[in-house]
C-alpha cells in the first residue's frame, strides 16, 4: 500500500515554487504582450476554430467526468500541441476574435491539467494549469483566470501544501476574478477557498465561505452568460466540497451529512469518477466514526462505481480502504475482508 501511494504521489515531483504568482504588473500587461506577439501570416483564426476548440474541450472534460483523467490526457495534449498552438499563433479577424481564441485555448489546456490532476501526474498538471492562467490572463478572461486557480488551489490542499492552497485560493477571489464571475463559477470559487481557510484553521471564515457559496448556487441559472465550463458544478458537488470543507474542520457529523446529499443528488452515470471518489471519503469518515460496517458498505459502492474508471483519485481511495481496514485483516469480519480484496484488485489493475 505504501509503495502504491508513493507511486501515486510520483507521477513527477510537484513543484511547490512553481506556484508563487506573478506581480500586479504582469497581469495589466498581459494582453498587450500578446497583442504584441509575432503571427503566422498564413493562418486565419476567427470564430471557426473558437468553435472547434470548444467542442473538443467540452468532450474532454464530459469524458474526464466519467472515466478519469488517465484515458485521454494524452489525445487532448497532442491536440492542443497540433492544433490548439498554431491557432494562438494565427491572426486574428479581431480583436475580440483573439481574446475569445485565447480563452477557448485557456480552457483547454486547464482541461489537460485537470486531467493530468486526477491521472496523478501532478507536475505536469501544475505545468498545464500555470500555462492555462497565463492564456486567460492574455485573454483578460478574469473569472476564468479564477477558475484556473482555483484548480491549483485544490491540488496543493490534495497534496498538502495548505499556505500555498491559500494563497491560490485568495486569488482566484482577487482582481475581479469573483467579481465578473457568473453565480455558478463564483460558488465553485468560493467553496474551494472555504476548504484552504479551513485547512488553515480559520473556522469562522471557512463556515462564511460555505454560506456565500450556497447563496451564489442559488442565484445559478443556466443560459447563454454561463460559461459551458462550469456545467458539471450542481448542488452534488457544492454538497462534495461542503463535506471535505466540514472535514477538515474536524466535524464528522456535518460532513457525514453533506457527502451523503452528494451521493443522493449526483448523477452517478454521468459522473461516474467524482462519485467513486465521494463514496470513498463518505467511507473514510464513517470509519473514523468508528463505524467499520457502514464504511464497508459505503466502500463497496465505491468500488462498483470505480468500474471502468481510470483515475489516481479513485486509485488513492483504493488505498485508504485498505489502508483503514489493515487492523482488521485477519479477524475473520466478512465485510472488511470481502472490501479489502476488491480494493486489492482494483490497484492490480495497469492503468
Not at 474541450?57 to 491536440?79: K, M
Not at 460532513?255 to 471518489?277: I, K, N, P, Q
Amino acid at each position: 500500500m505504501d509503495r502504491e501511494r508513493r507511486r501515486l504521489l510520483a507521477g513527477a515531483a510537484y513543484s511547490v515554487g512553481g506556484l508563487v504568482l506573478p506581480g500586479e504588473p504582469w497581469w495589466d500587461e498581459a494582453p498587450e504582450r500578446a497583442r504584441s506577439r509575432a503571427t503566422d501570416p498564413g493562418r486565419r483564426v476567427g470564430e471557426t476554430e473558437v468553435r472547434a476548440v470548444r467542442e473538443m474541450t467540452e468532450f474532454f472534460s464530459r469524458r474526464d467526468q466519467r472515466h478519469g483523467g488517465v484515458d485521454g490526457r494524452t489525445a487532448l495534449h497532442q491536440y492542443i500541441v497540433d492544433d490548439v498552438a498554431r491557432y494562438v499563433g494565427g491572426v486574428f479577424s479581431s480583436e475580440k476574435a483573439r481574446r475569445s481564441l485565447y480563452s477557448a485555448a485557456a480552457e483547454a489546456v486547464y482541461v489537460a491539467g485537470w486531467m493530468g490532476f486526477d491521472a496523478s501526474r501532478h507536475e505536469a498538471a501544475r505545468r498545464h494549469f500555470t500555462l492555462a492562467l497565463k492564456l486567460a490572463a492574455e485573454a483578460d478572461d478574469a473569472p476564468l483566470a479564477g477558475h484556473v486557480l482555483r484548480a491549483m488551489a485544490h491540488q496543493a490542499m490534495d497534496l498538502g501544501h495548505t499556505r500555498a492552497a491559500l494563497d491560490l485560493a485568495t486569488a482566484s477571489v482577487e482582481r475581479e476574478r469573483y467579481a465578473r464571475a457568473a453565480p455558478r463559477e463564483r460558488a465553485l470559487i468560493g467553496i474551494v477557498r472555504a476548504r484552504a481557510l479551513a485547512l488553515d484553521g480559520r473556522r469562522s471564515s471557512a463556515v462564511a465561505a460555505i454560506s456565500r457559496a450556497e447563496t451564489d448556487l442559488d442565484r445559478a441559472s443556466s443560459g447563454d452568460d454561463e460559461p459551458k465550463r462550469v456545467w458539471f458544478f450542481q448542488e452534488a458537488s457544492l454538497a462534495h466540497e461542503t463535506a471535505r470543507t466540514l472535514w477538515a474542520l474536524g466535524d464528522l457529523d456535518g460532513a457525514l451529512h453533506h457527502f451523503r446529499d452528494s451521493v443522493r443528488r449526483r448523477e452517478a452515470g454521468s459522473f461516474s469518477r467524482t462519485h467513486a471518489v465521494t463514496l470513498g471519503y463518505m467511507g473514510t469518515v464513517q470509519a473514523g466514526q468508528g463505524n467499520i460496517d457502514a464504511a464497508c458498505r459505503t466502500w463497496s459502492r465505491a468500488l462498483d462505481a470505480m468500474d471502468g474508471v481510470q483515475s489516481g483519485r479513485a486509485r488513492e481511495a483504493a488505498v485508504t480502504m485498505r489502508t483503514v481496514l489493515s487492523p482488521f485483516r485477519h479477524r475473520g469480519i466478512p465485510s472488511a475482508s470481502a472490501v479489502d480484496a476488491r480494493a486489492r484488485a482494483v490497484l492490480q489493475r495497469v492503468i
